[in-house]
């Protein structure tokens, strides 16, 4: 997998974005972390190769709310679902959502590797659809 990509981290949790840097950067991949959806959407747009991971519950708005707003402004970042604990019917939104993946946490390293090879060859698809 190429690691010329950056990687979106949203989660209120700073010791789970602290940890998913770690790992990411030491695999040679960007990473840009925002403590939940307004730091994202507030933050600088970027137009590099990217994907995101993203919380499903955190506080004031939350994956799945941000996720559907990233669809309506035309933000076509793939997004990875995360969770530690989700309500059924957050669970069920994020799943029915066109998320690359869902992850539990805690999850595996190569659980998450994998999940991001499958979003930036979603990237690297919508990408080709629009040249």
């Known amino acids: ?3 010329s990509a950056l990687i979106e981290v949203v989660d209120d949790d700073a010791d789970i974005r602290r940890m998913l840097q770690l790992v990411l950067e030491a695999r040679g991949f960007k990473v840009r972390t ?3 959806a307004h ?5 600088e747009p970027l137009t590099e190769r990217r994907v995101m991971l993203l919380d499903v519950r ?8 941000l996720q ?8 076509r970042t793939p997004v990875i679902f ?3 604990e989700s309500l059924p ?12 993946a869902f992850l539990w946490k805690p999850f595996r390293t190569q659980a998450l590797l994998n999940a991001l090879s499958q979003g930036l060859k979603v990237y690297d698809e919508l990408e080709t659809e629009e040249a």
């Open 89 to 100: 019917h957050e669970t069920l939104a994020a799943q029915q959502s066109n998320a690359v």
């Open 34 to 36: 925002h403590d939940g």
């Open 1 to 3: 997998m190429s690691n």
């Open 58 to 65: 955190m506080p004031k708005m939350t994956g799945v709310e």
């Open 82 to 84: 995360m969770s530690g």
């Open 39 to 43: 730091a994202y959407l507030a933050a």
């Open 68 to 75: 559907a707003h990233m669809v309506k402004t035309g933000d």
